[in-house]
């Protein structure tokens, strides 16, 4: 496997092994504890090719910033400075205020959050009024590891990143984490609740796992 990443091995009472890519290009490996080391290897040797493409989807996603592009809802947005009063988007182009320059990466932080705070809340309202779901209040953050969670008292909590993903991806979380209101674990139940609102849902869960690290890197 060439250019092998650094790897971390987690055990826990987990009864399958699991591989993610952190940002930094670690592959981070849960196992349980039994399993044996050699057989670990075995298994991280025959997705080689999964670690590889992966890797590379992080590093195209690192470039996104070199060249001035921003993801928006599934869009790619070209950078472009200008005497404007604030950050906005008009057609295919982010728009940022030529004064505000030194603190770009706090801005366009700044700006996202804004956005995913309506545009998730307002997506999370629409449903859980259609699926008859209680929640207790949203929260954002911006966790590498979850992009949405809903506790055991129903608190939701989305990644802020979302917002960079195309909508239909976006409501397939927002319908997952409503659909943990009433089921708490992914039994038939959930994914029936979770498929009769976004029917297409194996796409999204499909382009989340193909596409999530590059929002990751976009700020």
């Known amino acids: ?45 025959s997705h080689s090719d999964w670690i590889e493409k992966h890797r590379s989807r992080i590093t195209k996603a690192r470039s996104i910033k070199k060249t001035d592009e921003y993801l928006f809802l599934g869009k790619v947005l070209q950078f472009t400075v200008g005497n404007y009063t604030s950050v906005s988007v008009k057609e295919n182009k982010l728009l940022f205020p030529q004064a505000l320059l030194f603190r770009r990466e706090k801005e366009i932080t700044s700006w996202y959050l804004t956005q995913a705070r309506q545009i998730i809340t307002k997506q999370t309202e629409k449903f859980a009024e259609e699926m008859g779901a209680d929640f207790k209040e949203i929260t954002f953050s911006d966790t590498k590891s979850q992009w949405g969670r809903c506790t055991r008292d129903n608190r939701l909590q989305f990644s802020w990143r979302l917002v960079m993903a195309p909508i239909l991806v976006l409501n397939y979380v927002v319908i997952h984490e409503l659909a943990h209101t009433t089921e708490k674990n992914h039994s038939r139940a959930f994914w029936a609740k979770v498929r009769q609102f976004t029917p297409s849902y194996r796409q999204q869960l499909k382009w989340l796992k193909e596409n999530g690290s590059t929002l990751k890197h976009v700020v």
Do not use: C, K, N, Y
Request: proline content about 9%; aromatic content about 4%; cysteine-free.
């Open 1 to 45: 496997m060439p250019e092998t990443p650094e790897i971390i091995i987690e055990r826990s009472w987990r009864r399958s092994i699991s591989l993610h890519i952190e940002s930094d290009g670690t592959l981070m490996v849960r196992a349980p504890h039994l399993v044996p080391d050699r057989d670990i290897q075995r298994f991280i040797l």
